[in-house]
Structure formats: C-alpha cells, structure tokens
C-alpha cells in the first residue's frame, strides 16, 4: 500500500520561531501533496496545494508568507510555520497524490506554540 | 463550493449497539467517498473508501454506502464496542480527484 510519513508528530515550540513539518510519500512519487490543518473542535480544512517544483496555491485566508511550502522532490513537501504565535497551534497533516484519483494521508502533526 | 456535513455530531451508546453515522455533501459529481476515524489527539485513519460506481464497502464491523444521486453516505457499525470511541470523518473530492472537503465530524462514544 501507499505510505506518508509525516514528521514530527509532535512538536511544541516558542512563540515567535518557526517550525518545519516533513510530509514524505515512501514508496510512490507525488507530483502534488495536500496541506490541511484542524482547530480544536473544528473539521479539517484545505490550506494549501504543494506542486512539485512550482509555487504553492494557497486557499483564500491562508497566508503564503507565513505558512512557507516547499516541493523540492517527488517524494517530499515541507510545511514551515514562520514566526509561530500560540494561535497558529493546530493540528496540521499532509496527503500525496498517487496519480489523479487517490491521495493518502499522513498522521499528522500536533503544533503547540507556547 | 462542496459542502460536507455529518449528523450527528455527537453520539453516545451503549456497548453492542449497532450505530449508522450520516454524511451528506452538496455537489454529488464526485469520484469517491472516504470515511476516516481521528483518534484524540491523533492522526487519521483511513476506513473505508467507496468509489462513486460502487453503493456499498465493508470491512470488518463497518459498512459504508453511498447515494450519490442524494448526495449522501451513512456509515454502519455493528456490534459497537468501547474501542470504536472516536471522531469519525467524511471526505468527498473538493475541485478535484485529490483534494479533499471533509465533513463535521461526528464524535462517538460507546460506554462499555
């Protein structure tokens, strides 16, 4: 089957410094990943499509410059929370497009900004 | 714009009961549903996927179907048990085959 590790799982860090998220596809290639992000009591919700070697789209009322998204190969996107502030704490998890029906998803990552 | 949206968004049942989760969505051109358990605190974990030429898909104690005509999919669980306690997630294609919009949410609970 289709693997995505995301990493770090877990992750709490301070207020004002940035944190990066890796989202992997481990045995298949993925041209475009899938950045979501859920806030306590809410439903998951798109932020952003990662193309490999192209800018990000990002959905309206997410901020490109603070959320920065890198494609740099066919196998991994990463997600950098800049200047991370206690609001931006959320669950965030990634899915990889295998070809141009299915997309798996990775476990996620817990971000706490303290 | 596809929306998704679960009732109930919370339920609480006693062990053994068998239980039906509903999902409906807004525009039902879409390829396929998925359904999805969240632990707390946790990751996803994909349940079952349906493809829009299929009505219904089993695995184990959950039955998923699929209208797509009435823009809805329930999700069965037979014989609930303590471990089935849990946040469980519809998703439909959103503009796309990959992207997905997932549903509410609908919190269960199954009191041993």
């Known amino acids: 089957g289709a693997v995505v590790s995301q990493h770090p799982s877990r992750v709490i860090c301070k207020s004002g410094t940035s944190v990066k998220i890796e989202c992997r596809s481990l045995d298949f290639q993925a041209t475009t990943m899938f950045w979501y992000r859920q806030f306590p009591k809410q439903s998951l919700m798109l932020m952003a499509t990662?193309?490999?070697?192209?800018?990000?789209?990002?959905e309206q009322g997410v901020e490109k410059d603070k959320f920065l998204i890198n494609h740099a190969s066919l196998t991994l996107s990463t997600l950098t929370v800049t200047s991370a502030h206690p609001e931006d704490s959320s669950f965030y998890i990634c899915?990889?497009?295998?070809?141009?029906?299915?997309?798996?998803f990775g476990q996620g990552t817990r971000l706490t900004v303290v | 714009k596809q929306e998704v949206t679960q009732i109930p968004a919370a339920l609480s049942v006693p062990e053994g009961e068998n239980l039906v989760l509903n999902c409906s969505f807004t525009d039902s051109a879409i390829y396929n549903l998925q359904w999805f358990r969240q632990d707390p605190g946790k990751g996803l974990t994909s349940l079952l996927l349906?493809?829009?030429?299929?009505r219904e898909q089993t695995s184990g104690r959950l039955n998923a179907s699929l209208d797509k005509s009435s823009g809805r999919s329930t999700l069965y669980i037979a014989a609930s048990q303590p471990g089935d306690s849990a946040t469980y997630l519809c998703a439909v294609p959103s503009g796309g085959y990959q992207k997905v919009t997932f549903g509410t949410g609908t919190k269960l609970q199954v009191i041993p």
């Open positions: 349906i493809q829009s030429s299929q």
């Open positions: 990662s193309n490999e070697g192209s800018k990000a789209t990002y």
């Open positions: 899915s990889a497009a295998r070809g141009s029906t299915e997309a798996f």
